[in-house]
């Protein structure tokens, strides 16, 4: 399946990406196509990649960076 198409502007991709398939939203999410993505829904709706929140996991979650 194709790598979902929101990889060069997604925040959470940015962040977790270098980690490939090792990170496990990348593996179930970004590299096979992120149908149930709910960032990717988002985006789809026609959210630009500012109003769509850093916080946002892919699984609808939300993300607390340490400090
Ligand atoms: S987190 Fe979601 S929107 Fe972002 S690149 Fe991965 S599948 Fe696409």
Redesign the pocket.
């Known amino acids: 399946m194709a790598?979902?198409?929101?990889?060069q502007?997604?925040?959470?991709?940015a962040q977790?990406?270098p980690e490939g398939l090792d990170n496990f939203?990348?593996r179930a999410?970004?590299t096979t196509?992120?149908q149930k993505?709910?960032?990717?829904a988002l985006?789809l709706e026609g959210k630009g990649p500012d109003e769509?929140p850093a916080t946002l996991?892919?699984n609808g979650m939300q993300w607390s960076t340490p400090g």
């Open positions: 790598e979902c198409e929101f990889t502007v997604c925040s959470i991709f977790f990406g939203f990348i999410y970004c196509g992120g993505c709910k960032r990717k985006y769509v996991l892919p």
